[in-house]
């Protein structure tokens, strides 16, 4: 097969995408004519968040790349998150905000400054023709992928948002406000000397129990204007919207198709609380154009670039997915817990660990440990003392292991480990000291304690309704993690089942687990305990009469205690 010719290309969409691509490839390729086509409407949205990092390394290629007026941005290293009366500063990573019409206005401008570049106003719904390369830059909803087969999937969120702006300089901010039926939530941030991006998220019952959801625009804007008066100084809002909508995530199976393909959003959208779509978009198109100067034939620097970025897209859009459930569970929520809430919400990225959180912002994460511990500590929340049942627990990571095929779980009672016996009826006498009931159990818990028991747990499958598991008086409630890369959706259904059941939950882990990932969990009030335990391993060795022999063996294993 002859390669095709590169010599002249049509990029659709001239956002972040398709600028930077017509900058990066005239850069490399100055024998390529580029057609870039932009329907040149308004840019929707206000401002857009970006690290430092990350310009600093567009900027050793492309100088001028952020070089907007210093009005149109605005930098910080730390974020105050106001969670009803508490006001809390945590330390963040070198972020600034840019006003996102200048920026895109200012890309544009850059990329068409080589004279092999032509610039066309126009609204293109079907491919142009006439070109050896279509680059489909045109955003999220695009138009020109939805006409080839990209196998792709578009999901939309539960909360829905409002993007706007207001006249005023905000510190960078999270809102999280409880108004009785949910929480609203505000991601808020300077994109300017003298305006600020205001983005408003919530549940759409809540929105519809406050009468926000389907009012005009004008009066939705007012109200909420009244609402974070105090967070707005009184400054007004204005929608740059056209109303509220859930956030689609857009996932593709196929990056390219013939001679077209797909860049940016238009390959892959990423929830807008990671503030990383732009970045993505901006590496795509350096990737594609870096992969075009490099191959002989269009087709295999094509398939090299979905071999590149397709996994780095499905990395990040596995971090966002994490970042809009904590948010989500977060909007239905009725209560907040003040720093450590904070913490929860810093922590839901998983580069956010206790240690790395701690070593950036000790004082944040000291006012954390206080709301956890009930009192300062220098403790870390491994080490804090923990009531299951009668047991005092003095850490919260339980042991496990394996006594002749029987799983055994051993809890840190202050007075010396307590094995605890996995089983589905009332174990033969003695009763042990501790007992998790499996699922199909039916052993009463109220009986297992009147026999002596100090803590009886269920372990839970996921499947079975939560709600009524005090009252059924079990003590705590173990629950196995689930499948998925992040924390937030390894610990969806601990979080879930902490929140209903109110008891605390030990979460068993089939995976080895740092200590400083449990501490994060703890501190984030995603789960109580941590055992690294296979709860299917748990469930099997629960057959009827098991419960003694794992406690005979546990003994054997522990040794007699002082
Ligand atoms: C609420 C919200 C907040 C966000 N905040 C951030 C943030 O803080 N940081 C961050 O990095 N990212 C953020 N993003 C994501 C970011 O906006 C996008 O990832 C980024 O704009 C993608 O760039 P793009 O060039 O691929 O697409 P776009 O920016 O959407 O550009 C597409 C271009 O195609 C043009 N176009 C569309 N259709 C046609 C057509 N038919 N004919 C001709 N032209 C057309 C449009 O006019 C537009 O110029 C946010 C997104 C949302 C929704």
Known sequence: ???????????????????????????????????????????????????????????????????????????????????????????????????????????????????????????????????????VADGANSRLRAARDHGTVTTHGRTVFLWMSTPALLEPTFVLKCVGAGVLIVHAYPHGAAESTFIVEADPDTLRSRGLLDRPLHEVETILAGVFRDELDGAPLTARTSGWRPFSTVVNERWHHGRAVLVGDAAHTVHFSIGSGTALAIDDAFCLARSLAACDSADDALAEYA?????????????????????????????????????????????????????????????????????????????????????????????????????????????????????????????????????????????????????????????????????????????PAETGTGRIARTGLADRVRHESDLPVLLLSAERMSRDEVNTLLLAGRVDMVACVDARDLARGAAPGDGSRILEDAAVRIGPEE
């Open 1 to 135: 097969m002859t390669p095709r010719p590169l010599n002249r290309v049509a990029v659709v969409g001239a956002g972040a995408a398709g600028a930077f691509f017509a900058l990066e490839l005239s850069r490399l390729r100055p024998g390529t004519a580029i057609d870039l086509y932009d329907r040149d409407e308004r840019s929707p949205g206000a401002g857009i968040v970006m690290s430092w990092e990350f310009a600093e390394r567009v900027r050793a290629v492309h100088p001028r790349a952020f070089a907007l007026p210093p009005e149109a941005m605005a930098t910080w290293d730390r974020t105050l998150t106001l969670v009803g009366e508490d006001r809390v500063w945590s330390g963040a990573y070198g972020m600034f905000g840019l006003t996102r019409r200048v920026f895109r206005d200012h890309v544009r401008a850059l990329a068409c400054e080589p004279p092999t570049v032509t610039f066309h106003a126009r609204d293109v719904t079907a491919d142009p023709g006439g070109h050896d390369l279509l680059v």
């Open 307 to 479: 071999r590149a970025r397709a996994p780095v897209a499905a990395e990040a859009q596995a971090e966002a997915r994490d970042s809009q459930r904590w948010f989500e569970t977060l909007s239905r929520r009725d209560r907040l817990c003040g720093a450590q809430t904070v913490f929860a919400l810093r922590s839901r990225r998983d580069a956010n660990t206790f240690a790395r959180l701690g070593a950036r912002d000790p004082e944040f994460v000291a006012r954390a440990m206080e709301t956890y511990a009930g009192r300062p500590t220098r403790a870390e929340p491994v080490d804090v003392p923990l009531t299951v049942g009668d047991l005092r627990l003095r850490t919260r990571m339980v042991g496990a292991g394996l006594e002749r095929d029987a799983p055994v779980l051993l809890f840190p009672a202050a007075t010396g480990d307590r094995p605890c016996a996995v089983t589905r009826d009332v174990p033969a006498s003695p009763v042990p000291p501790c007992v998790l009931v499996t699922p199909d159990g039916t052993a009463d818990p109220r009986a297992l304690r009147a026999a002596g028991a100090s803590a009886v747990g269920l372990l839970m499958s996921g499947d079975e309704p939560v709600a009524d598991t005090p009252a059924r008086g079990f003590d705590f409630v173990a629950v």
